[in-house]
C-alpha cells in the first residue's frame, strides 16, 4: 500500500527485529511492505510511533550547570571538561555509555573520537546488557560475532526451538512470521521457566528450572552422541574440540534422568525434545534474554552452539543457532566497536595487528594497550572517583543498571556528568551537569542493523526539534574543540558511513564484516539504499542471507570450536531472608524505559500499573490475593506492585516488569533487586534471576487522582505510580496513613472541589474540581480491598469543554452508567476491552479468528492473538463448569 512517492521509508526505533515503517505527513505511520523483515506488519508499538512525536517533554537547548546555553558555549563545556581530566588524570579518566538507540553513524564517531583520539578504553554501552553474552559465545564457536542465519529460516524449519524468548512480546513481528509458517510436521520447542504468550506456539513447553539452560543442552549433546546422531564428518572437517565438549557434557548430564532432575523437569518431555532435535535436521534454536542475561550467560549460548555444530546445523537453511537482540541497532554498534572489548569493523583489542590497523587507518595518536570497563565495573570506576568525566547518550542508566542505588550514587558523585538524550526528563538527565539536545526518531538520518545483520536506512521526515542536532554532529563538534578536526571532518551522515564502510575493508584478511561495497557510496546511493544484510563485497554484491554455510569459520584455522561447558547455578541464591526468585523482562505494548512509548496513551492500557506475578499457591501460602499491592524486598532495594495471580508461573518465582521509573512510578524499579552479578566472560549483568521477600505493601486506602498535564496539586502517599492518558494524567495511589479526605482533597485537587461525596463510615470519598465548565481534576477513593471502577469514560471528561450537568453529577460514580463498562484493555490496536472478548466468546465465537470478525481484535499487529487463545480457554472452562 506503499506510495513511495510520497511515504519515507525508515526503520522502527523499537526492537531488533528491525521492521520497516513508511510514514506520510498527517497520516498515522504504516509497516513498509517492501520491507523484508516485515512485509508491512508492525506490533502496536511500532503502530503508535506518530502518537509518540512532537515537542511535548523534549530537550530543546543545551543546558551546562543547569542554564540554557547555546550550541557553542556547551561544545566548549564539554571539550574543556575533557581536556582538564585529560591533563590532571589521564585518558583513564574519561568514560563513555553508548546506546543501541543510537544510529551506526553516530555510533562510529563516538568510539572513534574516545577510543582513538581521546584514547580512553573506557567505552561501553546498554547493550551489554542484553547480548554481550551472545557476542561472547559467537566469537569462542565461530571466531567472530556473527549470526549466521537469517529470519526466513525461522519459517523454513521443521523444528524451531525457542530459549529464554518470550518473542510474542518481545520480537512480535518474528512471533507472527513464525505463526504463519505452521504447517503439517513443524514442531515447535519453547524452553522458558515461565509460561508466557509465546508457550501459545509450543507443541513442548519445557518449564525448566531457572538458570539450567547449559544442563539442558549439555545433556542433549550427551544422547546426540550416545545415539550416534552426531555429524562426524562435519565436525572432522570443520570443528575442533569436541571430545573435551562431551567429556564437560557427560559430566554433568550423562543421561535423561540426569538432566530431568537438574532442570525439575518431566524426564518423558526432556525425552521427547532430545528425540525431536535428533530426528530433524532443519532446527533453528533462537535465544534471546532468558539465556544472555545471566551470570553464565556465555556458557548457556556455547551449551546451544555446540548442539549445532555436532549436528552441522549452522547456516544452513532452516538450520542453525539465532540470538535475537533487543534493540534497533544493537548489532550496528557491535559493528563498529561499541563494547569495552572491541574495536570498530570487528576488532579486537586483544589482537595487536587489529590494534595497529585500526590506528593506521585513523590516523590516530594512539589507542589504548587494552580493553576498557564493562558496562557494571565502568560504574564502579565512577563510584570510585576513577571516572572525572562520564558522557552518556541515548541511554537510562540511572534505571537499568542492577544495583540501582550504587549506580545513582556514582553519578552524583561524578565531577562531570553529560548526557545527550532527546528527552528533557529521565531519571538519568537529574545527575547531568550538561545536557545536549538529541535528534529524536523522524528526525535523525542514518542507519541501523537487525538481528539478522540487515542494514537499513533510519530516514528523517521531520525537522529538527528546537536545538536538536545529530549524534555525529555534537562528537564531531567536541572533537574540532579538542582539536581533532581533520579526522571528524563529516558534513553528512554518508561521510561517516562511507568512512566506517573502508574501515571494514582496510586490510580485510578474511573477516566476516564486510562493507568493501558501500566504501565508495555518494549521497543518492545512500539515500536509496535498500535493506541488505552483509557481508557487501565483490563477492556479495546483494549481500550474504547465510555465512558459515560452506563450514569454514572465522578462526585462524577456519574451523569452529567447541567449548567444553561445565553447567553453573544463578549466583544469587534464594535463602530464608529472600525465599523468593524474581525474574524481570519486558511486557508487550512498552519499550525499556518507556521515554517513547509512555508518551502514546494507548499503550498503557494493556499494563498501566506495575505488578508482580505470582503463582496462586505462593499467594495463598503467604495470605496474600490478587488485585492488592504486594511489595518484594531484596538486599538492595525494593518493589511495589500490584499482585497478579498467574498460573503458569513457577511456584517460588514471580516476575516483574522493567519499565517503570522514578517518572512513572515511586518504589519499580526491576533493578533495585538485583545485583551486580556478571558473566564472567561477556560482563552481562544477571537480570533474571534476584533474590526477594514477598509481603503484602502496608496499605489502608488506595485511590486514583486524575487531572489536567502539569497540575499543580500536592499530595502524599506511600504507594504512587502515574499514567500518561489523552487529556489528562492518572495518578494511583495508596497509603497507610489515616485519611483526612476533605482537607487532603483541597490540596491535592488544587483547590476547594465544587462537588463532593464523603462517606466516612466505608471509607470512600468522591471530590472534583471545575474551570468554567472544564474538569480540572477529580479525586476517587476506596477502602485498600475495594475494587475501582473503570475510569476510562471519566478520563475522556478532561477533553470537553463544557460537562453536561448529566456528566457532572456522573463524575463522582467515575463512570457514565449509560456505557458499557469494556474491562481492561486486550488488544490496544482496536480498544476491545475483556468484557467485550468475553461476550463474544460466550455468543459463539470460539477462535481468535472468529473474534477478529467480530470485534476486530487480534487483525492487526496480532500481539494480543495468545491473550484471546487464554481468554477463550478459561471462558469457556468457567462456562462448562456452571
Known sequence: MNDKAQATCTTCPYCGVGCGVAVTAGEPVQGDTTHPANYGRLCVKGSSLHETLGDNGRLLHPRVRGRRTDWSHAVQSVAGAIREALAQHGPGSVGFYLSGQLLTEDYYAANKLAKGFIGTPHVDTNSRLCMSSAVAAHKRAFGADVVPGCYDDLEMADLLVLVGSNAAWNHPILFQRMQAAARDGRRVVVIDPRQTATSDLADLHLSLRPGSDAAL?????????????????????????????????????PDVDAVADACDLPVDDVARFFNWFAGTPRTVTVFSQGVNQSSSGTDKGNAIINCHLATGRVGKPGASPFSITGQPNAMGGREVGGLANTLAAHMDYQNDADRDRVQRFWRSPGLADGPGYKAVDLFDAVHRGEIKVLWIMATNPAVSLPDNARVREALASCPTVIVSDCVAETDTTAYADILLPAMGWGEKDGTVTNSERRISRQRAFLPPTGEARPDWWIISEVARELGYGDAFSYTTPVDVFREHAALSAFENDGRPFDLTGFKDMDSESYDALAPIQWPVNQRYPQGRPRIFDDGRFATPGGRAQFVAITPDQPVQQTDRDYPMVVNSGRIRDQWHTMTRTGRAARLWQHRAEPFIDVHPEDLERLGLRAGQLGRLDGARGAFVGRLQAVPEQRPGEVFIPIHWNRQ??????????????????SGQPESKHGVAQLSAAPVRWQARLLCRPGHTGVWRAGYWSRV??????????????????PDWASRWLGGQPQVEMHDAGAGRYRAARFHQGQLLAVLIAEPADSPFPDLAWLATCFERDDLTTADRRAILAGRDADLPDIGPVICSCFQIGQKQIEAAIGDGSDSPEALGRQLKCGTNCGSCIPELRKLIETTQIAAEAE
Open 724 to 741: 500518561p492518558l489523552d487529556g489528562c494524567e492518572s495518578w494511583w495511589l495508596a497509603g497507610e496513613d489515616n485519611a483526612d479526605w
Open 217 to 253: 543442552f549439555n545433556g542433549l549433546l550427551t544422547w546426540l552422541a550416545d545415539r550416534q546422531m552426531v555429524d562426524r564428518d562435519y565436525i572432522s572437517a570443520s570443528c575442533d574440540g569436541f571430545d573435551d565438549a562431551l567429556v564437560a557434557a557427560r559430566q554433568s548430564a
Open 664 to 681: 512513572y512510578a515511586g518504589e519499580a524499579l526491576a533493578s533495585d533487586l538485583m545485583a551486580a552479578v556478571v558473566d564472567p566472560v
